[in-house]
């Protein structure tokens, strides 16, 4: 192999590397979130935007050192599926935290929780 190759992929390399530190940081913080947070939606918030970061910057270590055009492909697919459907679950989650009556700890301006109506199921 020519040099330059060879410098593409070490450069390849140390992205993957660097990529796997960033997510490693971010699901210790989502950890020490789910840990210190005590309110259920603040853990729910704190676990799933890091937690999606963290699982983020894995798919794109993965599709930075993937051997072929194939397989970045499928990696490219999985980082769509895991962009849509994270979020999606987690206001899943949280709707039915909420339906189930479960408040949060800090309240609107008035200091009453705000209940949905009986019948409000627009979400």
């Not at 410098?7 to 590397?17: H, K, M, P, S």
């Not at 189930?100 to 627009?122: F, H, L, Q, V, W």
Request: proline residues 6%.
């Amino acid at each position: 192999m020519s040099q330059a190759a060879d410098a593409i992929n070490l450069a390849r390399d140390l992205a993957g590397v660097a990529l796997c530190a960033v997510a490693a940081v971010f699901a210790v913080a989502g950890t020490l979130g789910m840990l210190l947070q005590k309110d259920p939606y603040t853990r729910l918030q704190a676990s799933s935007l890091v937690g999606t970061t963290a699982a983020f910057s894995v798919l794109l270590a993965a599709l930075v050192t993937a051997p072929s055009a194939a397989i970045a492909a499928r990696v490219v697919v999985i980082i769509a599926f895991f962009l849509i459907s994270n979020p999606t679950t987690t206001h899943i989650i949280a709707k039915y935290a909420w339906n189930s009556g479960i408040t949060p700890r800090a309240t609107p301006r008035d200091g009453k929780p705000e209940k949905p109506e009986a019948g409000d199921d627009d979400d």
